[in-house]
């Protein structure tokens, strides 16, 4: 047989072999936190050190950088060869962005006009594909000053992309950028003091359901819609179960049933999906719940951390009913495990080699045992450094995207090991994505690949 046949029957291998087809389904980073919501992303080695910043020292790592017009916060999401990502671009030339600690419960001067915009870019080269835009004029409600106008990450399962700006509205496109639907859920101003703070609670998917959290003090609530024409399903008053939540509803699916598990304040409520009854719920917690909850080892977790409190929880699936533990009894037949201090308060912690890694506002990172809840250690990254980008994790690494704009890649191991702190020249906010080796980070001003 010619080389050249052998050549020809090697591609039609790799283009229909079911193997290489599910090794591909495995590197997509269709959501927020990745595919399953876990933030982990193994199989490949994934790079260590690298340097963007060229103030900081030679290039290094860098397969490609591109700028990203405006302001967001929302992270990049992955299927197949494109990458997806929501910004906001205002008229005016300079956007006002807290940075460093302080941040007060102000509003940005950041109302006037704005382009709410979704680009799609080549995940090999970055070069940018399409942009469509979603909606333009004034925001309908302010944002933080340390927060964005696009704060939600896009959400797909291969075939529609989803994205919700709140106030702004929800829209549904093909792939290839085609509006296939849109609809206006009214004014969500998420807000404290009288103040809006921004939307910032991406969508979930599942099957053919979309599940949105509006959690504005005014009218809170949970909204499920179809995802095939937005046909609002079922929605559920969330008055006297939540003044306020920014965090992105996990869906969780068993033979059973398939809850919507929502961090809020003061009752942490999941739903069943197809009904919107509430199945469990545990009361008290940080009074700004951000983190998202996600499963790992089966169980499920969820943190918080504000106004003195900072637990976590570790649930099982099967609970029922008011599961809220106690001081003196933290672990019920509900609850695995849980502890009063140690919470995140923005990042979503993740759960990784049989632990789970923390990082904080301040620059803490924590790590617990993540069966039993041992406290393995705390300890603190450097000045400056304000983790407000979720925790990721691939090849034993534990990666912490900062403020500063610096990335800590932690070993994945039971002792505080700073392995490098590689410079990307622009702050972090934005929780990076990961795709065959390849780490995308999001930061104020860009989109870089490191391979």
């Given at each position: ?347 979503t912690p993740v759960v990784y080699k049989g632990h789970l890694y923390l990082g904080n506002t301040n620059g803490t990172v924590r790590c617990f045992n993540a069966s039993t809840g041992q406290k393995i250690y705390e300890e603190r990254l450097e000045v400056g450094a304000g983790i407000f ?54 930061t104020t001003g860009s989109l870089i690949a490191i391979q």
């Amino acid at each position: 047989m010619s080389l050249f046949k052998i050549a020809v029957l090697l591609i039609a291998f790799l283009v229909i072999s079911p193997a290489v087809l599910e090794a591909n389904e495995e590197q997509n980073w269709s959501s927020f936190r990745g595919t399953d919501g876990r933030g982990v992303a193994d199989g490949f080695s994934v790079r260590s050190s690298w340097n963007v910043d060229s103030a900081a020292g030679k290039i290094e790592g860098v397969s490609w950088r591109r700028d990203v017009p405006g302001l967001g916060h929302a992270s990049p999401t992955i299927f197949g060869d494109r990458i997806f990502l929501a910004t906001a671009i205002a008229e005016q030339d300079d956007v006002p962005l807290m940075l460093g600690r302080g941040g007060k419960p102000t509003a940005a001067d950041d109302n006037g006009e704005q382009s709410w915009v979704i680009l799609c870019y080549d995940k090999r080269s970055g070069e940018e594909l399409w942009r469509r835009t979603a909606y333009q004029g004034r925001p309908r409600a302010t944002r933080h000053v340390k927060a964005s106008h696009a704060n939600t990450s896009v959400v797909t399962d291969g075939r529609h992309l989803v994205a919700f700006f709140g106030s702004e509205g929800l829209y549904c496109y093909t792939l290839d950028g085609d509006l296939l639907w849109k609809k206006d859920l009214g004014v969500v101003d998420i807000s404290k003091y009288g103040i809006g703070w921004g939307y910032s609670s991406s969508p979930a998917v599942h099957k053919d359901r979309i599940v949105l959290v509006c959690d504005d003090p005014d009218n809170p609530y949970i909204v499920t819609l179809r995802l095939s024409d937005g046909k609002e399903l079922w929605r559920v008053s969330r008055d006297g179960i939540c003044e306020r939540s920014w965090g992105t509803p996990m869906i969780h699916s068993s033979p059973e049933k398939t809850q919507v598990v929502v961090n809020g304040w003061p009752w942490i409520v999941s739903y069943d999906l197809a009904t919107g009854e509430e199945i469990w719920k545990i009361k008290g917690g940080g009074d700004n719940p951000v983190p998202t909850p996600f499963e790992s080892n089966g169980w499920i977790y969820i943190t918080s951390s504000h106004g003195g409190q900072s637990p976590i929880y570790v649930v099982r699936p099967e609970a029922q009913g008011d599961i809220t533990p106690s001081a003196e009894k933290p672990a019920n037949e509900s609850i695995v495990w849980s502890t009063t201090k140690g919470g995140s308060y923005m990042s979503t912690p993740v759960v990784y080699k049989g632990h789970l890694y923390l990082g904080n506002t301040n620059g803490t990172v924590r790590c617990f045992n993540a069966s039993t809840g041992q406290k393995i250690y705390e300890e603190r990254l450097e000045v400056g450094a304000g983790i407000f980008s979720s925790l990721v994790a691939a090849d034993d690494k534990i990666y912490c995207a900062s403020e500063n704009g610096t990335v800590y890649v932690l070993a994945a191991e039971p002792e505080f090991t700073v392995l490098a702190r590689n410079a990307l020249g622009e702050p972090c906010f934005a929780t990076p994505a990961i795709s065959e080796g390849v780490l995308y980070f999001r930061t104020t001003g860009s989109l870089i690949a490191i391979q």
